[in-house]
């Protein structure tokens, strides 16, 4: 990827599973940083879901002001921002997407770019083996859940994200690995739903990989993204195709 003063040939970044918090400043600091560096070079920024460690509520902006910040500056430098939720960032709302310069985009969303069909998502819908997580899902991504949620309290909604979390960081400790990887029968109905695009993009799962799938007979590219734990990192598209590019430590 060129760096900062270099011409660039268009292209595009996705990211994913940041899972920014005030726990891991190192991540924030590698972000801002990216966005300043690498970002700032692309015509869109794909974030599909998990950039946050939690949301607890639009009215908690002011605690995200300076992640916030950064983002509207990259969009007022002309790089578009698409943000998709995430299982820990579901609560994200218009007021974040605006302050942000970001357009919120559904879960799946089918784009069209540099001659390729690239279906994206976060991921989190296709673990449909773990049955438990996708009833979780289910509920708390029903309307009315979230707000009677959302009617109470920040500090009360923060103490219940945290409890919820440490609920499951325990409950994925007795599962197997399996079952929190996506289901190819699920990603495959998914492909043939919307017609069997040329790659698919997600993360979620915390495995970067690059799949090469045959789902009828039509060959399709699965691309995961990873997370930023031990190092950040975004796919790039242009012309010639999707490749993987890590991060330089900040």
């Known amino acids: 990827m060129e760096s900062a003063g270099q011409k660039t040939t268009?292209?595009?970044?996705?990211?994913?599973?940041?899972?920014?918090c005030d726990s891991r400043p190192g991540i924030t600091t590698q972000f801002l940083q990216f966005l300043q560096q690498q970002a700032i070079h692309a015509e869109a920024l794909f974030i599909l879901g998990d950039f946050f460690e939690y949301w607890a509520g639009d009215d908690d902006?002011?605690?995200?002001?300076?992640?916030?910040?950064a983002m509207r500056q990259l969009a007022g430098h002309g790089t578009r921002i698409y943000f998709m939720h995430g299982n820990r960032d579901f609560l994200i709302g218009d007021a974040f997407v605006q302050a942000a310069g970001a357009t919120l985009l559904h879960d799946p969303t089918l784009i069209e770019l540099y001659g390729q069909r690239i279906l994206l998502s976060h991921g989190d819908a296709l673990c449909t083996d773990d049955v438990a997580y996708q009833e979780?899902?289910?509920?708390?991504?029903s309307p009315a859940w979230q707000?009677?949620?959302?009617?109470?309290?920040?500090?009360?909604?923060?103490?219940?994200?945290?409890a919820l979390r440490q609920r499951s960081e325990q409950e994925k400790s007795g599962k197997q690995e399996d079952i929190m990887d996506v289901n190819a029968q699920a990603v495959a109905a998914l492909l043939r739903e919307f017609d069997y695009p040329d790659?698919?993009?997600?993360?979620?799962?915390?495995?970067p990989a690059l799949h090469e799938l045959n789902v009828d007979n039509h060959r399709i590219k699965r691309w995961v993204?990873?997370?930023?734990?031990?190092?950040?990192?975004?796919?790039?598209?242009?012309?010639?195709g999707l490749r993987n590019h890590l991060l330089t430590a900040p």
Do not use: M, N
């Open 10 to 20: 268009p292209h595009s970044l996705f990211i994913s599973d940041l899972h920014l």
């Open 61 to 69: 902006l002011a605690h995200h002001h300076t992640i916030i910040h």
């Open 136 to 141: 979780f899902r289910l509920q708390v991504r």
């Open 147 to 162: 707000q009677a949620f959302l009617q109470q309290p920040l500090a009360s909604r923060k103490a219940q994200i945290e």
């Open 199 to 207: 790659v698919l993009i997600h993360g979620h799962t915390h495995r």
């Open 225 to 240: 993204l990873g997370d930023w734990y031990e190092q950040g990192s975004c796919l790039v598209a242009d012309q010639h």
